[in-house]
């Protein structure tokens, strides 16, 4: 009987992103049917446990452009879908999703989140007063930071360098590494005089 290995999953209005967590995956096999249909197998481990998935995704999808990637430790797959748009489940059938399904939450972006090249996002606010839209968070502000310090105060006890006492450090290690260079410089043209000799 075979295993089902965990799959991640993430998604973008273009695109579905699969990973299968399997290390050593031996006898890899993938199909994608432009249904959305998707069958995968392989063996694992010494023993050579066998591994199944096969799913229905919840729309059709372009087999021609999506890819696959064996790892040594997961199988990834791009999945283009077929229409741009967010698909409210990975899988086409309905109710509580398997127990080897999970949310790929480090590749997950919200639908309302997409960077994308819409309509309106690439606008230019260069010379709008966002000010002037009274969205709250102006009034009652003072010299405090979001810890509570006073920032005024603080900067009294503030033990960074000022950039005339770093100019003055440069130039101090500058003059030392000089003199360090002067004193070995004579005693090397000795020894070299006296190989010469």
Do not use: C
């Amino acid at each position: 009987m075979s295993r089902h290995p965990t799959i991640k999953w993430a998604q973008r209005s273009d695109t579905v992103y699969m990973t299968i967590d399997l290390p050593d995956a031996k006898d890899v096999n993938l199909k994608l049917e432009p249904e959305g249909k998707f069958f995968f197998s392989a063996t694992s481990g010494v023993d050579k446990i066998p591994y199944e998935i096969d799913i229905d995704l919840f729309d059709k999808v372009v087999v021609n452009e999506s890819k696959a990637s064996i790892g040594l430790r997961n199988i990834r797959y791009l999945v283009k879908k077929a229409e741009n748009k967010w698909w409210s489940r990975l899988l086409k059938q309905e109710g509580k999703s398997p127990v080897f399904l999970k949310v790929d939450w480090d590749k997950w972006v919200d639908e309302d989140e997409e960077p994308e090249n819409k309509v309106g996002t690439d606008m230019d606010f260069g010379d709008f007063d966002f000010s002037k839209l009274n969205m709250g968070g102006g009034e009652g502000l003072d010299d405090e930071d979001d810890d509570g310090i006073d920032v005024d105060k603080d900067e009294e006890n503030d033990d960074s360098d000022t950039e005339e006492e770093v100019e003055v450090e440069v130039a101090a290690e500058a003059k030392a590494e000089a003199e360090a260079e002067a004193e070995a410089a004579p005693a090397g043209g000795e020894a070299a005089a006296a190989t010469k000799a």
